[in-house]
């Protein structure tokens, strides 16, 4: 039998997705912040044959063990909005999510579009000591559209990408010139598309919704106007292109077209746009309100489609934190989005593949290793050798949505009640439990 030393954590008695799409039975190994060993159902270690100065037991009972869920599309709004969230809560909701990885929007107060502002949520990330906070620094300052930022020293300053998340950039020059810049410089932009002459004083789409309470909606060609702009724009510069929150069938004909012809974009899509159509909004709560808004149920089978066939490649949550004070007033005045973190896994799990429609695998998949290839990251793997990102889900595990026990400070959820299943219980980072610890075994070495 093979003796491990140096073992920080042993997750006994998980299961683990294999190459081919299939569930075994494996004991994970850690040491040093990495993986160690993942043994097989015939090989598990006997407690005399591992050993650490500070070994830690987790017995997963059966659980699935995946890498750490990546979420690049989030909004912790520090700086500026502490009211709505902090890197702290933002980072604790993100871990109680499954989510080991993060990547934050600038559209902060005031807006990351200086290295000061990077290197401060970088540092209070490093101080909340929870999960990896990747941010993006904006495209242009203030997220105004009138200047580019100095992506040079914004990159060297640790961001990741450059995106104006939050409101479009409407200038096509502007959006060409930071095209450009960052094709130079080896780093994507990450656009919210939307043009604003379309879209001034709306709040949800045009739809049945909209026709039923006699309200102007917005409509689709709002976001696919800069869709289709921007993948010509990518075409030209060469640049790495991600359009965040498909929601629309147009924009994804255009995704479609261009992935066909070699521009190099790729696209995410949120849970709210994949379980919900504005037919589901059940009246004027601002907890239905987001942007993009809740489109069609042709728009939704659009995006499901469009997932499953690789035009969208990840899945986001936008996670939109909001005082409750702020969406009490009323869908027309309240602000855009909902919290995402701690219901995404168990929404998409229960909707998708306890009925069939996906793999477990594809899920993983694409929560994991796809956006880390996406973005070129290092994390999203379950392997000997990687850093030992990982969460531990409960498949079985069934209960209703309560925002009262969200670690995020935002309650603005339309999912609440919603009964579902396949719930994260412990989260790792770096070998470390960063939720869910309680349920893990101090054992004297």
């Known amino acids: 039998m093979t003796t491990y030393t140096n073992v920080d954590v042993w997750i006994q008695n998980a299961k683990v997705l294999g190459e081919d799409g299939e569930l075994r039975q494996s004991d994970i190994l850690i040491g040093g912040g990495k993986v160690l060993a993942l ?11 591992v050993s650490g100065e500070q070994l830690t037991v987790y017995n997963a009972q059966g659980k699935l063990v995946t890498p750490g869920l990546i979420d690049m599309h989030v ?61 993006y620094a904006a495209i242009t300052k203030n997220e105004l559209g009138r200047e580019l930022t100095d992506f040079e020293a914004l990159k060297a300053a640790g961001a990741i990408g450059f995106t104006d998340d939050g409101v479009g950039v409407q200038n096509a020059q502007m959006m060409k010139d930071a ?17 604003d002459s379309l879209v001034k004083g709306l709040y949800v789409s045009e739809g049945n919704f909209a026709k039923k309470h006699g309200i102007k909606g917005i409509p689709n060609e709002s976001e696919a ?17 991600h359009v965040c929150h498909v929601s629309t069938e147009q924009s994804i004909r255009l995704i479609r077209l261009a992935k066909s012809i070699g521009v190099k ?18 009246g004027m709560d601002a907890n239905w309100k987001m942007n993009p808004p809740l489109r069609t149920p042709r728009d939704v089978a659009a995006c499901i489609e ?25 869908m027309q005045l309240a602000p855009f989005g909902i919290v995402g973190f701690e219901t995404a896994f168990p929404l998409l799990y229960t909707k998708f593949v306890q009925t069939g429609l ?9 929560m994991t290793q796809d956006p880390a290839r996406v973005f070129g990251l290092e994390s999203g793997k379950l392997e000997v050798g990687a850093t030992a990102d990982l969460t531990i889900i409960d498949l079985e595990l069934e209960k209703a949505v309560d925002p009262a026990e969200f670690a995020t400070k935002g309650r603005n959820t339309p999912f609440t009640g919603w009964k579902l299943a396949g719930w994260p219980v412990a989260t790792f980072v770096s070998g470390r439990a960063v939720f869910g610890a309680e349920h893990a075994q101090n054992v004297n070495a």
């Open 225 to 241: 106007i800069h869709v289709g702009r921007d993948v010509l724009l990518a075409e030209a510069t060469g640049v790495h292109y």
């Open 358 to 366: 996906w793999s477990l695998d594809f899920l993983v998949r694409r």
């Open 179 to 195: 095209m450009t810049k960052a094709a130079e410089l080896g780093m994507p932009v990450i656009a919210h598309c939307e043009d």
């Open 306 to 330: 469009a997932l499953e066939d690789g035009t969208i490649d990840i899945i986001v949550t936008d996670h939109a934190p909001h005082s409750e004070e702020e969406k009490a007033k009323g």
């Open 75 to 135: 909004h912790l709004r520090e700086p500026g909005f502490e009211h709505k969230e902090t890197i702290e809560t933002g980072a604790r909701s993100a871990a109680q999510g499954g989510f080991t990885t993060i990547a934050c929007m600038p559209n902060t107060k005031p807006v990351t579009d200086n290295p000061e502002t990077v290197k401060l949520i970088l540092d209070k990330a490093k101080e909340a000591n929870l999960v990896n906070v990747l941010p």
């Open 39 to 49: 043994t097989g159902e015939q090989d598990q270690p006997a407690a005399s044959d």
């Open 265 to 282: 974009v790729t696209a995410e899509v949120c849970p709210h746009h994949l379980v919900l159509s504005d037919e589901d909004i059940p």
